[in-house]
């Protein structure tokens, strides 16, 4: 059983560009989360995908999108990249049980 | 406005005595409780949960206890260990058999470390 990959570790972008960030889901699993955690802080939530679909949304900005595709990877985009979306992104994915599978997360420094 | 908190930064434990790491919340609506912890360069790693219609719950050597009416958690390890040292974050979900579920809150985290 695969766990949660997420890619790439680390990332370098200019103030203004875009980004976007990518998550292969456990196996067998239908959910997926990301999680924005800043610095010495614990992780928020941005958005939930179920089946492809948006499950739910954190105070976020619009700015901030996302995919889930059939097989249940995920993707999340971030439009017009401000200094505070420097930060860890992780996702998570679960098949309907609580205790969700974390990925290392990706590391977003905005310049 | 933190709903989940953790008030202890950090938390210096001698290897083999307890670990009592506190959680606060503020939102009835939580039911259901977890705890992860954190090494660093690694996503959070799921520890041990509670609902909300349990006071306590134990896996080894960890155990968690819920409060409700003082919407307080605690998680004990005992004994402690120098590996038990990382980050440790309580979270709380609102919805306990929905999809929904994986809206969690977290708290900011606690630093635990052990020494030898």
């Known amino acids: 059983e695969t766990g949660v990959t997420q890619s790439p570790t680390h990332l370098i972008k200019t103030r203004g560009q875009q980004v976007t960030l990518r998550c292969s889901s456990q196996?067998?699993?239908?959910?997926v989360s990301w999680y924005q955690q800043a610095l010495g802080q614990g992780p928020q939530f941005i958005f939930q995908?179920?089946?492809?679909?948006?499950?739910g949304r954190g105070n976020f900005p619009p700015r901030f999108s996302g995919l889930q595709f059939p097989n249940y990877s995920s993707e999340l985009n971030v439009n017009a990249l401000e200094l505070d979306d420097s930060a860890l992104y992780l996702c998570?994915?679960?098949?309907?049980?609580?205790?969700?599978?974390f990925g290392s997360g990706t590391r977003l420094t905005v310049v | 406005d933190q709903q989940v908190k953790q008030n202890s930064p950090s938390l210096s434990v001698q290897e083999g005595r307890i670990s009592i790491l506190n959680c606060d919340y503020t939102?009835?609506?939580?039911?259901?409780f977890l705890w992860y912890k954190k090494y660093p360069a690694e996503g959070p790693t799921f520890l041990i949960s509670?609902?909300?219609?349990?006071d306590k719950n134990e896996d080894g050597r960890f155990t968690v206890f819920l409060n409700k009416s003082a919407k307080h958690l605690s998680l004990h390890i005992v004994p402690s260990q120098p590996g038990d040292s990382a980050v440790y974050f309580c979270?709380?979900?609102?919805?306990?058999?929905?999809?929904?579920?994986?809206?969690?809150?977290f708290g900011q985290g606690t630093i635990l470390t052990v020494h030898p």
């Open positions: 509670i609902s909300s219609i349990k």
């Open positions: 939102n009835s609506m939580f039911d259901y």
């Open positions: 995908y179920y089946r492809e679909e948006e499950n």
């Open positions: 998570a994915s679960s098949n309907a049980a609580y205790g969700y599978t």
């Open positions: 979270a709380a979900s609102a919805d306990s058999g929905g999809t929904s579920y994986g809206k969690l809150t």
């Open positions: 196996s067998g699993h239908n959910t």
